[in-house]
């Protein structure tokens, strides 16, 4: 369509609105002017040339997220819900850690108080793999569940999500569902069972979200799988179930909300981004910036700078960790409609190419990067290369750290949040960037390899994906952040 012919075809719309706007019931007089047949056909072409048309941006985004409980011991509820919804048969995941804590014991006190039958399956991995979410699958295949429950941080809701989705599909391959360019990517159109999310740590917001994200072995990078289909129907967000965490967790996931808030506030606008999809079902969760999304990252942000200091200094102190959990899932309802961009694209073979290095309070038996941590590391010198793009945004971020927004200009908008960042993170006691975690220069080459089929995600940076050479002066300038 062309720009005169999209001008023309706004005001003749424009019109129309004018002419019909009299007939609303509530506000027109009794002597309006009915709109007519012909009118609202025209309407209705117009809205069908739009939303059809071809090789174009999109116009439209949409808000999907999970019914959330929030309050000190909604665990308990569960198996009401569960009666509630009916369930004969309840498969319930969780890891091994958590396993022996108190918030699975509160889940399985209320199962068995409201008889409800259920199977057990402890052994998610923390930072699952694609192995790690088959054998949890087959799981599911062989018990044929009616309803899931995770109870756990974003690893073990993933795991419980892909469990979910491969046990409807049981004729799927595994690859079908990954994102593309890894998997095919191909949307879910079978209805799930209904999944009732008990986080355990305040950082993934999965609860909210339809995305699940793994290891992909063979290529020694993350992806995942993302569809709204994949949505728990319920989190129950419970305060108390946060106390039994580490300080380094509590710090780990924490910066994951961070990362979370900051790149979808500051990600490509939705309608800037293209294609439009042919189907509403092929709309992708991760749509950009949005001003829905907007409200919830840019206060998740602020909760953070707030909250987060708090929660890793002072472990009783409950009022920081039971806001870190509401951020979490404030940033879970924004970036699980707008998506997240360079850190997390970034994130993924930071965490895939770690072989030695194990981050202290985990206590699992592999190497580890946790995923807050492998996002963090590259957001000072990530903010410095988005801020070009959308500046006035990266300065409202500033703000949230304390910036006075009057005295920034435009073009230091990126070294203002960078230089906060940084500092955040070195009160934090974050390790120095990516060398402290045994990566050399050297291994710049293999980590944008890495990131290259991650452009779910990197296409969303507010300047469109960048080039193999902009995404090495990234991980060049994050090697060492203080």
């Known amino acids: 369509m062309s720009a005169s012919a999209s001008r023309s075809s706004v005001v003749r719309l424009l019109g129309l609105l004018q002419s019909s706007s009299s007939a609303c019931p509530c506000h027109s007089h009794a002597h309006s002017t009915l709109p007519t047949a012909s009118s609202f056909s025209s309407l209705l072409n117009y809205g069908r040339q739009y939303a059809y048309a071809p090789d174009s941006k999109d116009y439209a985004f949409e808000m999907a997220a999970s019914n959330i409980r929030f309050g000190p011991g909604v665990t308990s509820e569960v198996g009401m819900d569960l009666n509630n919804l009916k369930a004969k048969k309840v498969a319930v995941y969780t890891d091994k850690t958590i396993a022996q804590l108190q918030p699975m014991k509160a889940v399985i006190e209320s199962l068995e108080t409201h008889k409800v039958n259920y199977v057990l399956y402890d052994t998610c991995r923390v930072e699952p793999t694609d192995t790690s979410f088959k054998q949890a699958i087959d799981f599911a295949r062989k018990h044929n569940p009616d309803a899931f429950v995770a109870v756990g941080g974003g690893s073990v809701m993933d795991t419980t ?19 593309a360019p890894i998997g095919k990517g191909l949307p879910v159109r079978s209805k799930l069972k209904p999944l009732i999310a008990v986080p355990t740590t305040a950082g993934t917001g999965s609860e909210t979200t339809g995305t699940a994200i793994f290891d992909y072995e063979p290529l020694h990078v993350k992806t995942g799988i993302a569809h709204r289909a994949l949505k728990p129907l319920l989190g129950l967000v419970d305060p108390l179930n946060t106390r039994s965490m580490p300080s380094q967790v509590h710090a780990s996931s924490g910066l994951d909300v961070l990362c979370h808030a900051l790149e979808s506030y500051t990600a490509l606008p939705y309608n800037q981004r293209s294609p439009r999809p042919r189907d509403p079902i092929e709309r992708p969760a991760y749509q950009g910036s949005n001003p829905i999304s907007d409200v919830w990252s840019l206060q998740a942000l602020k909760m953070v700078v707030k909250y987060l200091p708090r929660a890793v200094k002072d472990p009783e102190d409950y009022e920081a960790q039971e806001q870190m959990l509401l951020a979490s899932t404030f940033a879970g309802i924004g970036f699980g409609n707008a998506g997240v961009h360079l850190c997390h694209g970034l994130s993924y073979p930071i965490s895939g190419l770690n072989k030695t290095y194990k981050h202290p309070g985990y206590n699992v038996d592999h190497a580890i990067i946790p995923h807050g941590v492998s996002v963090a590391l590259s ?12 500046p006035d945004r990266h300065i409202d971020a500033a703000s949230a750290f304390g910036a006075d927004p009057a005295h920034i200009k435009s073009d230091a908008a990126g070294e203002v949040l960078a230089e906060k960042l940084t500092r955040f993170l070195e009160d934090l006691g974050v390790p120095n960037g990516l060398g402290a975690l045994g990566y050399s220069y050297s291994d710049i080459p293999n980590l944008v390899e890495g990131v290259v089929p991650q452009h779910r995600v ?5 300047a469109g994906e960048p080039a193999r050479e902009q995404i090495a002066s990234i991980f060049e300038n994050s090697m060492k952040n203080y």
Do not use: W
């Open 458 to 462: 990197t296409k969303l940076a507010p």
């Open 379 to 390: 957001a000072p010198s990530v903010f410095r290369f988005t801020a070009a793009s959308c």
């Open 161 to 179: 999500k892909a469990a979910s989705l491969y046990s409807a599909n049981p004729e799927a391959d595994f690859l079908d569902f990954v994102n």
